[in-house]
Structures are given as structure tokens and as C-alpha cells.
């Protein structure tokens, strides 16, 4: 059998579950001990001459099982309590079960001028919390500006101001990273593994009820997926720096969790679209536009994605139930999106005509090898046309299960596809055919 097919439960020690693997080859002890390289405080960074530690150390088999349960540490602002997190513990429900979720919270919000964060906070207001939001000082603050939020001044490279970020906070949603399917490794671990580090140090110092992570389903291996499910172990080696960056952030993640007690909760949302993206719905309707678009394949293939505000809906159910501590749940829109569908409808929307042209499969996954070995043999700074990520986006058949989130966080994603990409180009289709268009894209 490929994988264990024992499906995590809640409580769980994250250590026993099947794919525990790749995050205890990380985590047995901190990124400066286990590669004998020290990273800056200020600056985040691990040396290049630690990149080759990293890759042995994911090359690895698994360490044996752990011979007895660990006590982890549930820390609220109302009591301190332990217990044992054996899995499917009645007394975890039981005690965890006390907290008030309904309550107006204090949440600290990283990423909160870009798409996942600008909704988190928007939703969080909406809900009657109260946010604080971490802006760097070269961020568009425009949209947040009007709203009730307070800014602190800073990036996830500066310790202070994420010591301020979640001071008295009661709630973290980490929806910052460095994105992208071009890069070097160093560049994207800088950023998404080292200056998580610091803001989890800061988490546990201030004892903060819950920090939810934004991951990814990049995390997973790149071939085809069908019903791929949270059993499944993310991939030690990635097609490409991002999704490699983002499985060693949630290996740290899983860290703190375990041995430093914090409760943490890991959502994988799958590709992200919504109103106010500023990359992908804008490249793609670039590229319909000059007609370069093209298919992988026949273009069936299925499609991981999800509207924004579905991610968002995750993340709070994530915050609010405590048996999501420790796990980690695939979200997407739930039901079955191909990359026909969805690229189609965006052309439709937009008022253009959708595409046609197709590249054969096997060519396009041997020109995505190629071209990319050949751009960073030049060094190139920018992406090629084709490279192994985009073949992964476009040409593989991407299909995971949601049925854990479902199942646990009661996650029912709010918005169809259909209504979801109708609100996600509402601000990009031709202001003849849209209704309203000086309320396009603003906040609901």
C-alpha cells in the first residue's frame, strides 16, 4: 500500500499520522541546530551554504514512531490546561470545548493588504472582531485605509513588529508569503520558513489562542491527483521553490504545535481567485487577450480551485473549532471545476472569445522542462512562458478531497463556482455588461 490510509482525527499527535514523516525531519530541532547555520533575527535568513543541509535532511527515511504520547500544553486566556492528546480524546473536546468562540476577538492579520488577507480582514469585520493588520510601508493601503483596522507598520522580517502585531491579540491568521512559480529556493525559504519563525516566536510568547496558517495544495507531489486526501504525505521534493518552501513552513509549523504547545491549524486552499486579485485573473486575461493562451492537453482536467471568500469561510472554522488544532484541512470550492470551465468563463465574462488552441501533453510537459532548464541555466530573473509549475497548473489533473474539512470543521463552502467567478470578474468585465461598475470588486 502506498500510503496509510488511517485518517487523522482530532486531538491527534501530529507525529503519528502516516505522512508525520516530512515534518519530523524538520522539526526534531530548530532550523539553527539542525543545519548548524544561524538565522538572522532581523533579516530571517538561512545561509545558501545551509541549502544543501535542507535537501539531505528531506532525502531522509522517516524516524520510528514515537513510543509514547507527548502532553501538549492548551493555552487560553482563560485557564491553562493540560492534556494528553491521545487521539480522539473525549477529555480534549471535553475541556477545549469551554472556550467562547462567538466572542469579539482580537485578530492579528499578516498579508492584510493582499487577497487572502484584505478578505480575512474584511469577513473579521463584518463578524464584529476587532483587527490589527501587519502593512509594509511600500503596501497599497487603499482599500484598508477607510475600514476599522488598526496598521502596524512592519514586515514579517521585523521582530518588533510582530511582537506588537500579537500583543494582546487573540488570534493570528498567517496569510502572508512570497508567491510564485519562479525563484530560487533560498529567496522563497527567506521569506516563507524563516520569517514564519520569528512570527510563531512571537505566538508563543504572547499566548495566543489560535494561529491558523495559510499553506497551500502546491504542498502535494506534482503528478496527477484523484480524491487526493490529507492521508497523503506532502511531497519532500517539489516541482518547484515555492510549494517546497511552503511543505518546510508547515513541518515548522507542526513544530511549534508539538513542542512549544501552540494551537495551530493548517488550511491548503487550492488555487485562489477573487475580487481584488492583482496576478493571476489579470495575467490570464492578458494572455486571452493576446491570444498566447493555450491548453495543456484536452483541458479537462480538473482544476483545484477556490473563491476567496470559501478560503476565508475555512479559515474562521479552523479558528473556532478546537478539534482543528494540530491538523491541517484541503479546501477548495468542492465541487468539479476543469481547466476548460473555469478559463472559459473568465473569457465569457470578460466579453472574449475562449480559447481554442491546445499543446499536446507530453510536448508540453518536455517544453516545460526544457525551457525552464534552459532559462535558469541563463540565470533568468523572470519566469519563461513555459516552465514545471505552469505544466502543474495547466496540465495535470488536480482533484483533492475536502471530505476531513467537511467532516470536522463542518466546512460547506458558502459560494459556487458559478456565483463565485461571476463576483471575482465583476471588476474586470466591460463596463457595459456590468451592472454597477463603480462598485466592482469593492467590499460586501
Known sequence: ??????????????????????????????????????????????????????????????????????????????ARTVVSPQRGSPKIARELSLMDTAKPRTIFITGATGLVGGHAVEEALRRGHRVRALVRASSDTRWLDPLEVEKVPGDLEDVESLRRGVAGADWVFNCAAKVGDWGTLAEFRRLNVAALRLLLDAACDAQVERFVHVSSLGVYAGRDHHGTDETVPPAASSLDAYTRSKTEAEALVLKYHKERSLPAAIVRPGFIYGERDRTVLPKLLMNLR??????????????????????????????????????????????????????????????????TRHIPLGLARLLATVVEGGAKLRGARNAPIINKARFKFLGLHLD???????????????????????????????????????RAGSPT
Open 1 to 78: 500500500m502506498e500510503h496509510s490510509q488511517i485518517q487523522p482525527t482530532p486531538g491527534g499527535d501530529w507525529k503519528t499520522s502516516p505522512h508525520s514523516h516530512f515534518a519530523a525531519r524538520l522539526v526534531e530541532k530548530p532550523l539553527e541546530e539542525e543545519f548548524h547555520f544561524p538565522i538572522s533575527a532581523r533579516s530571517g535568513r538561512i545561509p545558501d551554504r545551509a541549502h544543501t543541509a535542507l535537501d539531505a535532511t528531506f532525502s531522509q527515511p522517516p524516524p520510528p514512531a514515537a513510543a509514547d504520547q507527548v502532553k501538549c500544553e492548551v493555552v487560553t486566556r482563560a
Open 290 to 355: 493576446r491570444g498566447t493562451f493555450a491548453y495543456f492537453g484536452t483541458g479537462e482536467q480538473a482544476l483545484n480551485c477556490i473563491y476567496v471568500k470559501n478560503l476565508v469561510h475555512g479559515i474562521f472554522l479552523a479558528a473556532e473549532n478546537p478539534a482543528a488544532l494540530g491538523e491541517f484541512f484541503n479546501l477548495t470550492d468542492g465541487e468539479p471545476v476543469s481547466k476548460i470551465r473555469f478559463v472559459s468563463r473568465v473569457a465569457e465574462l470578460a466579453g472574449l472569445r475562449p480559447p
Open 400 to 438: 483533492y478531497s475536502i471530505d476531513k474539512a467537511r467532516k470536522i470543521l463542518g466546512y460547506q463552502p458558502p459560494y459556487s463556482f458559478d456565483e463565485a467567478i461571476e463576483r471575482a470578474m465583476a471588476e474586470h468585465r466591460p463596463r457595459a455588461h456590468s451592472e454597477n461598475p463603480a
